[in-house]
């Protein structure tokens, strides 16, 4: 389960520069960020002000370091330190240097003023350099990296400009003012180093291997730039502008297709359910595409920008609000056979829409947070735990009404009409079923299973799936004439007592009944499915003004 959270966590988070500060954080192990290279791929921290203290660097043999325990960093290929961080809490993962784990160890050694080095397993050759234009890269990839100029604070570590290809293998010297380290370093990544990396930071201080002790806080600020070539995303995540401006252009066109749709049906099969998913497509069209534009200032910059960041958060709070609505409404049969919401039905909505919204709100924070930071793991717990209430929520009154038609196909008296309608929902329920596995069960399972690269295709199958089940919601639910799920069985004219019996059930409790003369339709198969035939020649029309 715990990998599951860490998987999830790490899809959630949106490449950027990270700058995080940490004050009396006593926390024992904090992903900083994960993040996959590619070829020549690029790292770049600066951690400032490092401050322990001063009983952890007394020279008092009873108060030194020693005593309390070891603090540092861990860069890791794969999810093993990561995992192990989870599994066994009481465990220092900086005492792991010989487990040959495919990972770097960044120990503090206070009396030297130094970050002592261990790499481990197949990182034992990975170069790390004072800066980027310091670290080999390598000639057969064509793309030459802009050099970067050395600041103030680069001058002050190091002096002058070391020369190129120099590299620190014991140490990484640290700046000691007053008691706060500092420190620079990068990594560029090589053919045989490219993967999904996890930076995670580790405070021994806190506990032994055979207990814990009083917590020790600290307080640090780091920055992290990371960069493939010609892209801040992700090795995983670099298609996904393309992929999601694609989809947002084939949104466009179903929404073209549903309004000829509307604009040719006549107005007595348009409801207003289907005003509802004609907004809804727009939504999904505008989120989708102020999501691509967000992806794609962050593969340049490596930040979003406010507007399109503002803009993608609005529409697909908006969205999601509506698109359960929406479901809900045509799970009871809302204005489709019935013009009324019963008590249950409106509960539903009170308790369902307000926890989409603060599902959305907890999404926000989550993209605008630092996955480092305390309360990323209680909003993500929230969002997932607000997200499967959600979707279990839009199946209720789809089984309610399944329920209530297959009870009324025995005992009403208007067996067709009722047998047709539970054939029809079944069928409603399987594409929703469907629809929530692919998009929550099925993207987590792939992005298992893809390699580090590839996990975009994960959020590729989401979407697709998301259009292809809006694609066949809205044919499904189409104002034309013969639609079955639009067509009401009717009884013939007088025939009172069996209308009050199907009034009397479910799903048409408190429905008036109207008659009206209806010209029949010459090509219907006179209520025929499947097999079945009914003896009815007229329609009854059961609406009633406003909700119940």
């Known amino acids: 389960m715990k990998l599951i959270l860490l998987s999830i966590c790490v899809l959630i988070a949106t490449a950027k520069y990270h700058n995080i500060a940490f004050k009396n954080e006593a926390r024992k192990n904090i992903l900083l960020t994960s993040f996959g290279f590619n070829e020549n791929g690029t790292l770049f921290i600066t951690l400032n002000n490092f401050t322990v203290p001063d009983a952890v660097i007394s020279n008092d043999e009873n108060t030194k370091a020693d005593r309390f325990g070891i603090v540092g960093f861990t860069l890791s290929r794969g999810a093993n330190v990561a995992e192990s961080t989870r599994q066994n809490p009481r465990l220092c993962q900086l005492q792991q240097e010989d487990q040959k784990l495919d990972a770097i160890f960044l120990i503090f050694d206070f009396e030297t003023s130094s970050l002592t080095l261990t790499k481990s397993g197949s990182l034992k050759g990975l170069d790390i350099c004072p800066t980027v234009q310091d670290c080999f890269f390598d000639p057969t990839n064509r793309t030459i990296p802009e050099p970067q100029k050395l600041g103030l604070f680069d001058k002050i570590i190091w002096g002058k400009k070391t020369p190129k290809g120099d590299v620190m293998k014991d140490f990484i010297p640290l700046n000691n003012v007053n008691g706060q380290y500092s420190t620079q370093f990068a990594i560029r990544f090589g053919k045989n180093y490219v993967g999904l990396y996890h930076l995670i930071y580790h405070n021994c201080f806190t506990y032994h291997q055979q207990g814990f002790s009083d917590k020790v806080a600290v307080e640090y600020s780091i920055s992290i730039e990371e960069k493939n070539l010609g892209s801040h995303l992700s090795a995983g995540d670099i298609p996904k502008p393309q992929f999601y401006l694609i989809i947002s252009f084939i949104s466009a066109l179903a929404a073209i297709l549903w309004f000829n749709v509307l604009c040719k049906a006549e107005s007595n099969s348009v409801f207003r359910i289907h005003h509802l998913m004609t907004a809804l497509i727009i939504l999904k069209t505008m989120s989708v595409f102020c999501h691509g ?35 809900i409404l045509i799970g009871t049969g809302y204005t489709f056979f019935k013009s009324f919401l019963t008590d249950r039905d409106r509960s539903l909505f009170i308790v369902v829409l307000p926890l989409q919204v603060i ?34 929520a839009v199946l209720f009154p789809i089984i309610w009404s399944i329920n209530h038609l297959q009870h009324g196909a025995m005992t009403d008296g208007k067996a067709m009409f009722n047998l047709q309608r539970l054939i029809m929902f079944r069928r409603f329920y399987i594409v929703v079923i469907s629809y929530i596995y692919a998009t929550r069960l099925g993207a987590f399972f792939l992005d298992q299973v893809l390699p580090f690269n590839q996990k975009s295709v994960a959020e590729a199958v989401t979407e697709t799936v998301t259009l292809i089940f809006f694609i066949v919601v809205g044919n499904t639910f189409k104002p034309v004439k013969r639609n079955p799920y639009l067509k009401i069985s009717q009884q013939e004219e007088g025939d009172e007592e069996d209308g009050m019996a199907l009034t009397q059930n479910g799903l048409f409790e408190n429905v008036t009944k109207v008659n009206r003369v209806t010209v029949k339709d010459e090509l219907s198969h006179d209520g025929s499915l499947e097999g079945f035939s009914s003896e009815d020649e007229a329609e009854t029309d059961f609406r009633r003004v406003g909700l119940a």
Do not use: P
Not at 298 to 316: D, K, M
């Open 359 to 392: 599902d959305n709100i907890a999404m926000v924070i989550l993209n605008e947070s630092e996955i480092a930071e305390q309360r990323y793991i209680f909003w993500f717990e929230l969002f997932t735990f607000l997200d499967f209430v959600c979707c279990a």
């Open 293 to 327: 534009m967000n992806f794609y200032f962050v593969s340049l910059y490596g930040h979003q920008r406010e507007a399109w960041a503002i803009l993608f958060y609005i529409t697909h709070l908006l969205k999601g609000a509506l698109l359960f609505g929406t479901l």
